[in-house]
């Protein structure tokens, strides 16, 4: 590190950034702790005024969030056998009872698959494409690299009702392939782009080391390319995930009882008398968990250097 | 091992003709040099003997087989870059071995190789190292490494020693050539560096803007120069020229220079138009009673010898010398020709002149 900076920062001045540092992640930082908080609240005290910061934790809002319930009278509960599980018995506090699963579980899973369905096609054939562009002569190429990011220089939504039209005639609406196959398309542009970027970078004389070693063209790629593209698949999928999995316009024009995803899904969960905020906010927090944890798992790569320094330039 | 031998070959980016028509040969066991200023298209001609290039047309023979429509994986030949290209993502031991793993040798046999070629590259104790963090001098023993292990039939090297400094080259390059010497492989060696190649090949093609100028050993090609640009391109200082007064006639022993008459090797060739007059530092001398003058401009002392910057009426002229030699700057001395090492130079061709200096030496590329 030192070798970057001119000198080193005296203690004072990491001390001073290190408060900014912090002071601007507490800020940030703040709305999601809020949300997770309110998701272990109960309801009364997820609209409790002052707002509470310390409260008894429940679970409420989980079994809300994955079950469907119905409100019975006192006597209704008193000719019930006793609860079975904790959360029967916690239903069974607020004078409801569990009448089965909610929604949430399939929504949750729909966009999951579409998800990181279309974030592996997107990346799949956006690495194809962008090595392609990035190494072989292919007759108008710039027109055709053009072309792709033309794609995406309306609001996809704009082409809402031609793909509306499209979709209800190719039996796509409301499928998740038809989601995914949207999402790529969205997508693929984006990938091309970054991972052409990315692959330009890589120096030709590593696949030609490979060629000439014995290696096909197509093992070059995939044991000398790709290990070293990593940083750019990476991040490309990083951004297509986070595309298709917030993705709300097009879910809610396309989607209904099957494959619909989570987030048209969230802002239905209305209690039973009254939106239920802990629910809601349950539902909010699984919903970061996926993109989250996706993030940290590709973070090695994003933070490794390409080449090591192996190659000089 | 292996002869290769380039007839008639051409690449073309475009419009842009970066190799023109070459033909050389290159011997078994030979350790060959193709050395040319920036840019004269000698990375072109070895990728295109490698096969990562395509010929625009000609041919390409290794081994008395016609190679030029071959991927270059199945010419069993070796490529060390200019820049290494050693993979990253793997370490010292594997970038060895990737070549061997790619024929499908049994694990056992490729480790037994990697450990012999470590041993002869003397890098046995870097062998599980990232590759990131080695030295110049070991990333070019890795990749010499990479090249050797598979026993190709023939090496291409381009500017293998251009990325490091100046004291490790010298090293290497001894490195080298007495690796050579021991595998006795067929080596291409690409090079800008003029000392490098006079010092290194058994035969050198000097190339410039995609076109040979001339090919033979090191020593025929510093003194018998088949163009001017091959006479000021190798050698340093370069050589010295000078105006011819008056056409030169076939069978001529004489030309007019400046003043004097001085003598050349007989001329078996004449030329109408204007010719130059090439004499390498070092065959200048002094001599009172010359009749070409020339002031001490400079002086520039080497250890054993020292460089004299003369003006002369026809331009300056530089000479090498003992460095025990007593001269002042601003002394006029009688400058001298050593007659045997003259070459002629036809102006608008820039060839040399034939005579019994070059004759059959000239242009056999
Ligand atoms: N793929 C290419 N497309 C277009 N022009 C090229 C290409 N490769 C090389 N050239 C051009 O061909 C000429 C010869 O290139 P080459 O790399 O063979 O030169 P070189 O003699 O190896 O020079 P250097 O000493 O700089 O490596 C250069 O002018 C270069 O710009
Ligand atoms: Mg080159």
């Known amino acids: 590190m030192s070798a970057f900076s001119i000198t080193e920062p005296t203690r004072r001045q990491k001390w001073i950034a290190g408060i900014l540092v912090a002071l601007y992640a507490l800020i940030t930082v703040m709305p999601l702790v809020w949300i997770v908080m309110t998701g272990f609240k109960t309801g009364p005290d997820s609209i409790a005024y002052p707002p509470k910061v310390v409260f008894s934790p429940s679970l409420e809002g989980y079994v809300n969030l994955f079950t469907t319930q119905t409100r019975l009278t006192p006597e209704q509960i008193e000719t019930l056998p006793p609860p079975e599980t904790w959360y029967d018995r916690l239903v069974r506090e607020r004078e409801k009872t569990i009448v089965g699963p909610s929604r949430f579980g399939q929504r949750f899973l729909n966009s999951v698959v579409i998800g990181f369905g279309s974030t592996f096609l997107s990346v799949f054939l956006g690495t194809l494409a962008a090595y392609a562009f990035s190494r072989f002569k292919v007759p108008l190429k710039d027109d055709l690299l053009f072309f792709i990011l033309s794609t995406r220089m309306m609001p996809p939504i704009a082409a809402a009702i031609p793909i509306f039209l499209m979709f209800r005639t190719l039996g796509l609406s409301d499928t998740r392939l038809g989601m995914i196959l949207l999402y790529t398309a969205v997508n693929l542009s984006l990938a091309v782009w970054l991972l052409k970027g990315f692959i330009d970078e ?15 063209r197509f093992q070059a790629f995939y044991k000398v390319v790709l290990p070293q593209a990593a940083t750019g698949i990476a991040s490309t999928a990083i951004f297509c995930l986070i595309f298709a999995w917030n993705e709300y316009a097009f879910a809610v024009l396309l989607t209904s009882g099957n494959a619909q995803t989570a987030p048209p899904f969230i802002p239905t969960i209305i209690g039973v008398g009254g939106l239920d905020w802990p629910a809601v906010a349950a539902g909010a927090t699984l919903f970061l968990l996926p993109v989250m944890i996706f993030t940290i798992v590709l973070r090695k790569h994003l933070l490794r250097g390409i080449t090591f320094g192996a190659v000089r330039k | 091992m292996a002869d290769i031998v380039i007839r008639n070959l051409r690449k073309e980016f475009g419009d842009f003709t970066a190799v023109q028509s070459s033909s050389f040969e290159i011997r078994d066991g030979e350790f060959f040099m193709l050395l040319g200023p920036s840019g004269c298209g000698k990375t072109t001609t070895l990728r295109m003997i490698a096969g990562l290039e395509r010929p625009t047309s000609g041919e390409i023979w290794i081994d008395g087989e016609e190679v030029s429509d071959k991927p270059a994986a199945e010419r069993d030949i070796a490529f060390v870059f200019q820049m290494f290209a050693l993979y990253p993502h793997m370490n010292v031991r594997k970038n060895i071995s990737y070549p061997l793993v790619s024929q499908g040798m049994p694990r056992a046999q490729v480790r037994a190789r990697v450990a012999e070629v470590a041993k002869i590259l003397g890098i046995e104790d870097i062998l599980d190292r990232p590759v990131g963090g080695l030295s110049g001098g070991d990333r070019q023993r890795v990749a010499l490494g990479r090249a050797i292990v598979r026993e ?41 560096d003029q000392l490098e190649a006079m010092q290194m090949g058994d035969r050198i093609v000097v190339m410039n803007h995609g076109v040979i100028e001339q090919c033979g050993p090191p020593q025929e090609i510093y003194d018998k120069p088949a163009t001017r640009f091959v006479a000021s391109f190798i050698g340093s200082p370069a050589m010295n020229f000078l105006p011819v007064r008056g056409a030169v006639e076939a069978g001529a022993e004489t030309v007019a220079v ?37 002031e001490v401009l400079a002086l520039e002392y080497l250890g054993t010898t020292q460089i004299v910057t003369l003006r002369t009426p026809d331009g300056e002229i530089k000479a090498r010398c003992a460095a025990s030699v007593r001269l002042r700057v601003g002394e006029t001395l009688g400058l001298t020709f050593n007659p045997a090492t003259i070459t002629l130079f036809d102006d608008a061709s820039g060839r040399a002149l034939r005579s019994t200096l070059n004759q059959g030496g000239a242009r056999d590329g």
């Open chain 2, 152 to 192: 190709p039939r023939a090496f291409m090297m381009d500017e293998p020693l251009g990325a490091l400094d100046a004291e490790f080259r010298e090293r290497m390059a001894e490195e080298l050539r007495a690796l050579h010497d021991r595998m006795k492989a067929t080596t291409v060696y690409v090079t800008h």
């Open chain 1, 202 to 216: 890589i120096p030709r004389e590593y696949e030609e080391a490979a060629l000439i070693d014995g290696y096909t």
């Open chain 2, 258 to 294: 400046g003043d004097g008459t001085f003598a050349v090797p007989r001329q078996n060739e004449g030329s109408r138009g204007p010719v130059s007059f090439g004499v390498r530092p070092e065959h200048v001398g002094f001599s009172d009673d010359s009749p070409c003058r020339g």
